[in-house]
């Protein structure tokens, strides 16, 4: 029997009428853990379903909190949505103060969530959790030197979930037998998550071959495309200025990005991407979910079938809230290369298991997968019933 959330909150601004969600699928150890989206359409259903994959990627990854999520159901770009974000920042303080620890999501950028939060006097998006610290001011130092830390003036925040994402792209590959470099992947979505999956399956060699943003599709079957140079001439949506695109790349309609022949179609963008109604064009024989529930049920069962496996959202897109958690524990330090060894080491070690039980044992990646997470929450809960100590914020 599926676990019902522990609360479930609706909002509804007051000078908008726009509504906002809160749900917390999950407390381990009284607090949770998920960032905040907003985009138009979002619902209490769509957080809930975040919420609960929350939860299970904090299982896989045997970090010692649970999962929730907030959600705004407004258009990003709104000139309303920054008054809009604050106030719904606001009415959540009393989750924020003590129980939900949040960070960026769809539509918002760390540094405005940042900035919100700083307005409305939380010292940070991660407040509930540094109150439990014995140091709160040194462990707010501590996030602070390591969200600080950059490689190539890029900010480790924008760029840790997407080298995770990229990482169970090449171990699911090899765990295929096929071969990373010279492997062909899509991505749909180009913001911090997509972008930086781009950047790292290029470094293992990884042919991108098209990329998508709100405007269309950026496509190069025979070279790949240049991927540093759009991500240079991106904005902070991650809507990419066409001015960068080479003569050789072809300019395609958004609704085509399914069309192109990959072998890992990572959806990196929206939530309910892959739907009954498309799933039948995928041309992959891996899909790697990097943005939060961007497969449907019923467009998985049907890759599935086909023989096509999907890693899902709570391994490929955990590495963001794996790293915070580790800065938090004092696991990873403010060099960039500790936080990517720990999360390439962890991350080949769960994807690689998958694929084994997949072959001997039978069960799509998800459900394996998810079986992992409920035995990681389970020791978790018997350790915690028993008394025994488990890791907290240094």
């Known amino acids: ?56 990627k904090c299982g896989v990854f045997d970090l010692p909190v649970g999962g929730a ?30 129980y939900w620890v949040t960070a960026e999501d769809l539509g918002v950028p760390q540094p405005l969530l940042d900035a919100v939060f700083d307005e409305v006097g939380l010292d940070s998006s991660l ?29 480790m925040p924008d760029l840790i979930g997407g080298f995770g994402v990229a990482e169970a792209a ?33 470094q293992h060699g990884v042919r991108v071959v098209g990329v998508v943003d709100r405007l269309g599709v950026i496509a190069n079957a025979d070279e790949g495309v240049d991927v540093e140079a759009l991500l240079k001439a991106r904005d902070e949506y991650g809507d990419i200025d066409r001015a960068a695109v080479r003569p050789s790349d072809r300019q395609l309609p958004r609704s ?22 498309n799933v039948d064009d995928v041309r992959a024989a891996l899909v790697v979910e990097a943005a939060n529930v961007p497969t449907t049920p019923a467009a998985e069962a049907a890759l599935v079938a086909r023989g096509i496996p999907v890693l899902p959202d709570f391994v490929a897109n955990a590495g963001a809230a ?35 039980r997949r072959t001997t044992a039978g069960g799509t990646p998800r459900e ?27």
């Open 1 to 56: 029997m599926a676990l019902e959330p522990y609360l479930t909150t609706t909002w509804s601004d007051p000078e908008t009428g726009i509504r906002g969600y809160c749900v917390i699928h999950r407390l381990v150890g009284g607090i949770a853990t998920g960032g905040t989206r907003m985009r138009a359409g979002c619902t209490l259903d769509e957080v809930a379903d975040l919420a609960r994959g929350m939860a299970a």
């Open 322 to 356: 794996a790293w915070a958690w580790w800065v938090l524990f004092g696991e990873v330090d403010a060099d960039p290369d500790s936080g990517f060894t720990k999360l390439r080491e962890h991350m080949a070690t769960i994807v690689t298991k998958i694929f084994q």
């Open 127 to 155: 407040h509930a959790a540094l109150v439990r610290s014995p140091d709160p001011v040194a462990a707010l130092q501590r996030v602070r030197s390591c969200y600080a830390a950059t490689v190539d003036g890029v900010a």
């Open 170 to 202: 090449v171990q699911g590959l090899r765990d295929l037998g096929i071969v990373p470099a010279g492997a062909r992947a899509v991505v749909q979505g180009f913001g911090s998550m997509g972008g930086s999956t781009a950047r790292y399956l290029t």
């Open 69 to 98: 999520k907030g959600g705004i159901d407004c258009d990003p770009y709104d000139p309303r949505a920054r008054g809009v974000l604050r106030r719904f920042v606001e009415a959540m303080r009393p989750l924020l103060d003590q």
């Open 256 to 277: 085509s990005w399914l069309e192109l022949d990959t072998d890992v179609l990572v959806p990196a963008a929206v939530s309910y991407a892959l739907t009954e109604d």
């Open 368 to 394: 394996i997968a998810m079986a992992l997470s409920d035995a990681g929450h389970a020791a978790l809960q018997e350790a915690l019933s028993t008394g025994a100590t488990i890791r907290r914020v240094a």
